[in-house]
């Protein structure tokens, strides 16, 4: 038991509870409960006691049993609530009895409250015992709950107070001792409801009934029923002890007799017939100690994690304000250099899309390319949105009033360029707000990308940072403005169409083609089923006046028909021409085109089909390409459509690199030349006044440079007690619990994993390459760390990065897809989209069988909680995606950094595995938070890919 008390107690002096909170016991309890009382009984020192606020800030009172015969020992010292160093020597020392440490108490309170308008300090008051009589604990006493402030009191008293009782409570390592007054309505008592707010399942709260002795006659039944637990019942249950009275202590009973006590309560009528274990200071030592030493045991794993995770962040903050600047001139003028090249490097990564640095990768505000591109394809797609429903019956009959309206002097079967050239140019300014638009905000990304790289990057130098904001706006300013020509420019080209090549005419062949798809289409469907159906269909088609429309039904012509039909038009295509003597060639063509019109109305009775096809399609190319207006609508709009798109297409991307070259290409260049001219005249001397102005650092700065050194310290000095403590401890982060190793949604049992069952045999067209057996939670059995290792044969690398697989997703706000399996805990989560998912891409010559499959929670803070998703599998024979294991708003996988493993149930091998989210996480959004993940099962190679 000691020896976890002492680690607590060495971790507390050394001032880590500034950093993260550790096991204690808390007294808490409204003014005059007995707080005080209860602490006296069990250490032996008489606190101060009284009426009113006689506890005016947090005692921390650490008590060490010794042997028999050895002397009473104690000590008084302060733990200031904050880091900042402050002359305590005087308040600290050593005293030889009780009593005087009763005066020392009394005094080290009135200097901490002495400059305090509400005679009330934070600061905690650290009090040893050392003593053959008392247990091996240490506890807390905190004022009492302060409802109504009295005369000469401050008003600020009861939130200072209420702020502190608040802030141990939340505490989840803090046990709560909670003093109720016997002779109080236990309904009544404010800290039992403060403590079932935040520990609803009172695991952490036990009660301690005081004052037995004024429990009025005939009233000790409902006292009963709270010590048993029934009424307000908690976990820890109660504990009734009895403190020396007013009475007793002017009649010096000494504090801490216990057997004045024992005798009481074997005395009492009611009191005697409870459970003894429920009775006296004795019983409540034991129970206290034992909890304190539980509690110890379970967090050590997690806070060893903490220590290390805090340390880790404390160094990586120190390197960002870094060590103070030199102080000879040549030295100042190359740290100046030095960081602004440094500064640009990183900057021009950003803007180039390598993420290769941590900076980078781990931070998507920095990701400038990134950024880029995403303006880029909302302006494509803004751009597209704009497009006109041509295919709309009002566009063409408004097209057609239009081009009626505006008619020259064309001839017949020649379209109205003016009309379309005015057209084009109507719409294409409709643009212009879209690409305005995309300047701004490209324009917004590159400064706010680079200013949070400064604060990055140059924390220590506000100098610096202030002087980056101005090369970056300059820059970005000039090129705004240079920018606006190039871009008017593209409107004035864009105005008046032009097309080289053939482009346009390809783009018109298409649109051309599309629309005698459907019309054709349209008119198979319309001939029905054979030529049986056509002969009906024909019967009717004088009647019809339009061409057919698309049908509903499936074609199924017949083979033969559909054969001789297609025959009959290549004899047409490639039959030579006849011969005519020269000197009656307009009569023989005369002849000659009344025996062919003869002959294919007579052919076309035999063959219905062909007259249906042909008298169709023959009404449809009048109606689009004859000379009627209705024609000339279509070959407008047909002319419409193709250069839209065209346009379109073009103008996007001629803004695109127009933005990209003028704002973005040279950022980090000239940025580079201004910062680095800084530091020289004009006649290329060091200018050291500007220097010293560009590395001045404030007095917060070298504040926060001193408390980071000293957070380091104290962190280093904790994992070193930790270490000579429990040599062999595993850190664990918190809320990760060690088992059941696997979790499933279907049954709390772990089935075996495939990979340790029988041989399973490879599918068809497929050979087995390896399998993987589940084990731990973090093992090296997987299939990641398989391809990473080239079979366990090299040092782990990232197998994204070497080409060896894909890792793809919806789209990572935080982190980066190579991040997924480089087995590693950093910050890392998808979007805020619908579905939002992460997907592993084995490669076209692999598939995988997985059977169980392990998932890192990516949040870095706690509230990041996983609660719903879906493991699938891509099934390609089905074109669908195949659910191999579903998760549903549960508390599954939890953050910061949270692991666990499992089941899926896959039938068949898969090139595709993704994750999908399939809810809203803990914080309500639907953000994916996931950092890592390793797959388990069989790998198979495709024998024919």
Known sequence: VRPLLDLIDDLRSMGIEQDLPLPQIAVMGDQSSGKSSVLEALSGVPFPRGTGLVTRCPCQLTMKRTENGSPWRGRIGVLRATDELQDDESLSGTVSSAAELTSAIERVTAALTANKSSAFSSDCIVVS?????????????????????TAGQDARVITEVNEMISRYLAQERTIVLAIVPANQDVATVDILERALYVDPSGERTIGVLTKPDLVGEGAEDEVLRVLRNERKPLKLGYVMVKNRSAKEHKAGLGAGDASAERRYFREHAVWKTVDSSLLGVEQLTGRLTKLLTKRIEKVLPELKWELQEQFSDTEHKAEKLGAPPPETPR??????????????????????????DPLLSQNAEFRLRGQADAIFRTLEDAIREQKPDFDAPDFTMKLHQELKALRGRELPGLLNSYFFYGFMARHVEMWRPMIEGAKTTLYDSAFSCASALANETLAAYPGAISAVQDAVATYLDRSSDAIVSKIEDVFKHESDPFISKNELADAILAVRFDRFEKALEAVMLSCGTGPAAAAAAAKEEPQQKEPPGEGAAAPGEDNASQAKLAQTHADVATAPPPKVDPSRQDEAVVSESDDKRRKQKEELKEHPLKAMVLTSLGKWYMANHGVTSMSM????????????????????????????????????????????SLAQTPQGEADQSAVDGLLAQDDDIKKQRESLKRKKERL????????????????????????????????PAVEKPRAQQEPV????????????????????????????TSGKRERFANPHDKGRLR?????????????????????????????AWICLDLGRNRAFLPTHYTLCNGGNERGFDLLAWAFEGYDATRDSWIALDEHQQKKELPSPWGVATYVARASHPFRYLRLRHAGLNARGTRQLPVCAWEFYGHLYALQQP
Request: net charge neutral; glycine share 6%; charged share 20%.
């Open 129 to 149: 015992v050392s003593a053959p009589n008392v247990p091996d604990l240490t506890l807390i006493d905190l004022p009492g709950i302060v409802r109504t402030v």
């Open 331 to 356: 030295e100042r003028v190359k740290l100046v250099l030095r960081i602004f090249a440094d500064y640009c490097s990183v900057l021009r990564q950003a803007q180039r899309g390598d993420y290769r």
């Open 633 to 676: 609508v279509e070959d407008m709009r047909t002319v419409l459509i193709a250069y839209w798109g065209v346009a379109a297409k073009r103008i996007t991307e001629n803004s695109c690199m127009l933005l990209e070259t003028h704002l973005l290409a040279a950022l980090a260049e000239d940025i580079e030349k201004r910062l680095l």
């Open 716 to 747: 280093a000095n904790a994992l070193n007690s930790l270490a000579r403590f429990a040599p062999n401890l595993v850190a664990r982060p918190r809320h990760d619990a060690p088992a059941p190793a696997v979790q499933t949604t279907t049954a």
């Open 761 to 788: 045999a490879a599918p068809a067209g497929m050979s087995l390459i390896e399998s993987f057996a589940f084990t731990s939670n973090g093992d090296n059995g997987g299939f990641v760390y398989w391809l990473g």
């Open 807 to 835: 890792v793809t997703s919806s789209g990572l706000e935080c982190g980066s897809e190579s991040l997924l399996v480089a087995r590693k805990r950093a910050p890392c989560w998808t979007t805020d989209v619908p579905d």
